[in-house]
């Protein structure tokens, strides 16, 4: 399957994307909704999720993605593949999280991940990034006691803007001290991070737990 072309990036606080997604009945979208749930914020064509799923079977994945024409790829993706423990979502995570995870069981949120987010350099348009202080706050309504949060960048700045927002919450507690993780902890790495490794430059890591 060929893949889609779309922009880089998307505007997330223009009036396209202040509407809140519609969750769908999800006991028609995973086979078993008991299962603990990843969630990726900003899943991008979702191949990541699509490996994770292969290799945590006894986990559910959902990613969150503003560019539509790439949820209904990565949506084809899982569907040839068969997965059953798989979802992509069309939405703006800062306008749609609360109405998505207050539909889901309570507690079965344990994973969240925030990968390679756009960086939208100029200050004026840094309240376009995703990890703003309500996202961090309706995480930490929602992501079950003990469950994680992993947040990685190839921008240094980036990386510590949404540290600072994660550790200024009484939920959040950084594991590893101050210092960067220097492997990712999870058992897939994103495209993002293996070409960015590939060219020698680093990769700044840290994880979160509830």
Known sequence: MARVRVREHVNPLSIRYQASASPPDWTKIYADLNLPLHLDIGCGRGRFLWHMAQVQTDWN??????REPLVEEANLWRDEK?????HYLFC????SLKPILETLPAGILQRVSIQFPDPWFKKKHHKRRVVQQELVNELAIYLGIGGEVFIQSDIEEVEREMCDRFSSHPSFQRQNGDNWLAENPLPVATEREIATLKRGEPVYRALYQK
């Open 61 to 66: 994945f959902l990613g969150l993605e503003i």
């Open 92 to 95: 703006n995570a800062n306008s």
């Open 82 to 86: 068969g997965l059953t423990n798989l």
